[in-house]
């Protein structure tokens, strides 16, 4: 595919049960960052991954949040244990080279995650 | 720590006049700058950025932003606006790298521009 593709689209989920977001980078994008969007809040940044390791995860709210990205490609974003104050839209970016660099994002159209 | 500043929650403008969406920003050091805009229920789509040189820099869809070091602002603008750019748009920065090689890119909570017919 073109662009960075997210799935599933929309998510439902009982409080305290698990969910995993999955994120499709554009080919050949060796960063990859995980970001939440809440209603009137702007962007939150949540995780940076280069290649498969994450040199920055301070962006995690807490330690039910955990991501990991396999052969450098897709990444999965875990909720354990979901609270109603996660729900949101996450949203997935790549990019090419170093987060350091002058490279703009790419990002996917979002998993809206609704936690009843 | 950076930060990211749009002043307006929203902005109405009617189609066919210019419009202006401000950024201000503060960073250690020179800044990279970014605007996004996100239409309703997608992802953000990159318009432009600003790394270095010219400070008026031109981006997608006839969009342009001017850089201004003394101001410390980044504003977008648009001399004809449509009504298809209502849309939200956010404005973002990332200081130098560090040592490290990475630097977080900051985004600011985005305004909405409404264009009317």
């Known amino acids: 595919g073109a662009g960075v593709s997210q799935s599933p689209s929309n998510k439902v989920t009982e409080k305290g049960k698990d969910v995993e977001l999955r994120c499709d980078p554009i080919?050949?994008?060796?960063?990859l960052y995980w970001y939440r969007q809440s209603l009137g809040q702007g962007l939150e940044f949540l995780i940076y991954f280069q290649g498969n390791s994450a040199p920055d995860k301070s962006g995690l709210p807490s330690d039910r949040f955990s991501a990991e990205r396999t052969g450098g490609s897709v990444s999965t974003l875990t909720i354990q244990r979901t609270q109603q104050e996660d729900s949101a839209v996450y949203l997935c970016?790549?990019?090419?080279?170093?987060?350091?660099?002058?490279?703009?994002?790419?990002f996917g159209p979002g998993t809206r995650l609704t936690v009843t | 720590a950076q930060s990211v500043a749009q002043p307006e929650d929203q902005v109405n403008v009617a189609e066919g006049n210019p419009l202006t969406v401000k950024c201000t920003y503060s960073?250690?050091?020179?800044?990279?700058l970014f605007w996004y805009v996100q239409y309703p229920n997608r992802g953000l789509q990159f318009l432009l950025k600003y790394i270095t040189g010219d400070n008026l820099v031109k981006g997608s869809y006839g969009f342009e932003a001017e850089f201004n070091k003394s101001q410390t602002s980044f504003h977008l603008k648009k001399p004809s606006a449509l009504v298809s750019d209502s849309a939200l748009y956010f404005c973002a920065v990332r200081g130098p790298s560090m040592n490290s090689g990475y630097s977080t890119l900051t985004f600011g909570k985005g305004t909405m521009l409404l264009v009317s017919p």
């Open positions: 960073v250690s050091g020179n800044p990279y």
């Open positions: 080919s050949g994008h060796t960063a």
């Open positions: 970016a790549s990019s090419f080279g170093t987060s350091g660099g002058t490279y703009e994002q790419y």
